[in-house]
């Protein structure tokens, strides 16, 4: 297995879900697949949200076969795979996530309260 170190606070949402993957991954998963495969992946769940949303809430009809398929599982899919990403290339997600809130909370409140196309 890939020797991973995670910089990350566990005390906080990201860095606690970062570890839980990470456990999991150590203990059931052998190995962290690799960041090829793993972003194949992320397009392929991201890909399945994709055809829920456009079925369930687009205009396409949903098929039978669809309407039992949860979104929240799907979006955990996502999560999991973006999560093995963040891990396996050092990236903190709570830090990263904080930081681009800060940009935009600065940079976008004006800008989106502005926009005659929100109102």
Known sequence: MTNISLDV?????LGKLQLEVHDW????????F???????QL??????VARII???YGEQSEKESDKTKDLGEELSDVL?????L?????????AAFDQKMEVKR????????????LK
């Open 106 to 117: 600065e940079r976008d409140h004006d800008r989106h309260h502005s926009n005659q196309k």
């Open 43 to 48: 397009t392929e769940e991201v890909g399945e």
């Open 86 to 94: 963040a891990n396996q290339t050092g990236t903190n997600l709570q």
């Open 34 to 40: 690799n960041e090829l495969t793993n972003m194949a």
């Open 9 to 13: 606070s566990t005390d906080l949402p």
């Open 25 to 32: 991954i150590s203990k059931h998963g052998v190995r962290y």
């Open 80 to 84: 999991f795979v973006l999560l093995c």
């Open 54 to 56: 456009a079925r369930r």
